[in-house]
């Protein structure tokens, strides 16, 4: 029997385990991981470098605290986001794994959780290989459906359907939109600009920053952040959804009057008047559908109007919108409010953050949480 069993070796699993085993040494801690190694998509976050938070996250003073506690120091970029001082995302792993062997903590690979029940005496949780775990407290930190490489098919939010737990609609979010224009022209392109979402013709975001074009639309941390808005309702059918969004980009956001700055700048340059305004590749692209019409180029350059079909799927996703509704967790603690002694932390819940750092934070922060309350509650009883 085990004091606590955690599903899922990610960021908030093993920060649970470290953070529960500091608070109680004596408790019996076993964390079981689907894939070979833990952490391998922590391994891979930010493009390699690891966006561990973000400066404008409220608490990420606590989280750098814990992180520095177990060797790993940051630096902030231009932008307020966070990174260890390494940029290696790797070492972030290593700190986690050797302070979870250097506590006690017993990680098991390479065998995914199946299933998981309750009974009088705690959790029963069996494995796909057939293993049974016994604990009296369980965490499912087991992430959500984005990026099944790393292992996160949408096997959290199954278990805890099976407790009772209602799962909120689940999406790809921070991820490439594809639209119905024909832009391929324009595939490789990255402009600066100021990017509007619309939903029923009303702002729901700006995002300021690089696009970037490619053959099904467009990508980069602009259009990520975008696709986290692109929220379709419980049983709204995808494609009426996704009618009701719109995209406007500005590639002149600092220029307010486009066509009468463009007309003064055709009575000077004439046919040359695009130049180093936008890249070539746009310019010629503008030029050729707006021909001599400034207004017409106004409106391309100020408003170039885009219409969203899809959004890229799991595979290109970073994070899932959606997950365990957060009405039925008690985020003091992140024990669930339907079943005593279930926990949950990190991408199952319903949480997606914009890029920069947000929902690793969200995962280092619940896993904390989730690691402390599991240890007292167990001291309590001890
Ligand atoms: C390519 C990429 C880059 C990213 N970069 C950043 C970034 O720089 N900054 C940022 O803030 N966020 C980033 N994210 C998002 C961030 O990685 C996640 O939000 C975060 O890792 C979620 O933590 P988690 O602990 O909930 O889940 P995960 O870290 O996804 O861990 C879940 C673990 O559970 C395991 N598991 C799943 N099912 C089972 C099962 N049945 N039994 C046992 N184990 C199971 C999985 O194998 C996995 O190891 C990125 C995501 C991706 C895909």
Not at 35 to 59: M, Q
Request: proline fraction near 2%; aromatic fraction near 8%.
């Amino acid at each position: 029997m085990y004091d606590i069993c955690i599903i899922g070796a990610g960021a908030s699993g093993m920060m649970a385990a470290v953070t529960a085993k500091r608070e109680n040494n004596n408790a019996k801690i076993i964390v079981l991981e689907k894939l070979g190694v833990p952490g391998k998509k922590l391994g891979v976050t930010g493009n390699g470098r690891c966006n561990i938070s973000n400066i404008n996250c409220k608490n990420h003073e606590k989280v750098l605290e814990v992180f520095k506690s177990i060797g790993v120091l940051t630096r902030i970029d231009g932008e307020g986001r966070l990174y260890p001082y390494s940029e290696d995302a790797k070492d972030v792993v290593t700190a986690l794994t050797s302070a979870m062997s250097r506590l006690g903590v017993r990680v098991k690979c390479g065998d995914g959780v199946a299933s998981a029940g309750r009974n009088s005496e705690g959790f029963e949780i069996i494995t796909e290989a057939g293993s049974v775990v016994k604990s009296r407290k369980l965490l499912i930190a087991a992430g959500g459906k984005a990026g099944p490489k790393f292992g996160t098919v949408g096997d959290g939010t199954k278990l805890a359907k099976a407790f009772g737990h209602e799962i909120t609609r689940l999406a790809p979010s921070l991820t490439g939109i594809e639209v119905y224009e024909d832009i391929s022209h324009l595939s490789g392109l990255r402009e600066k600009c100021k990017a509007s979402l619309f939903l029923d013709g009303k702002t729901v975001r700006e995002e300021s920053g690089e696009i970037q074009f490619t053959k099904y639309g467009i990508s980069g941390i602009c259009a990520f952040n975008l696709s986290k808005y692109i929220k379709i309702p419980e049983g709204e059918p995808l494609k009426e959804g996704f009618k009701r969004y719109g995209i406007k980009i500005d590639f002149l956001p600092d220029i307010e009057n486009g066509e009468a700055f463009l007309k003064e700048r055709k009575s000077l340059l004439h046919e040359d008047y695009m130049v180093s305004l936008v890249k070539g590749a746009l310019a010629k692209y503008v030029g050729e559908r707006a021909s001599k019409d400034v207004r017409k180029v106004s409106e391309m350059l100020k408003a170039f109007s885009l219409t969203p079909k899809n959004l890229r799927g799991w595979e290109f996703a970073q994070v899932t919108s959606g997950g365990v509704r957060c009405e039925d967790v008690d985020f003091r603690t992140m024990e669930s409010k339907l079943v005593e002694g279930l926990y949950f932390s990190g991408e199952v819940m319903d949480y997606d953050g914009i890029c920069g750092g947000y929902n690793l934070q969200y995962a280092w922060e619940t896993g904390i949480k989730a690691g402390k309350y599991m240890a007292i509650c167990l001291k309590k009883c001890e």
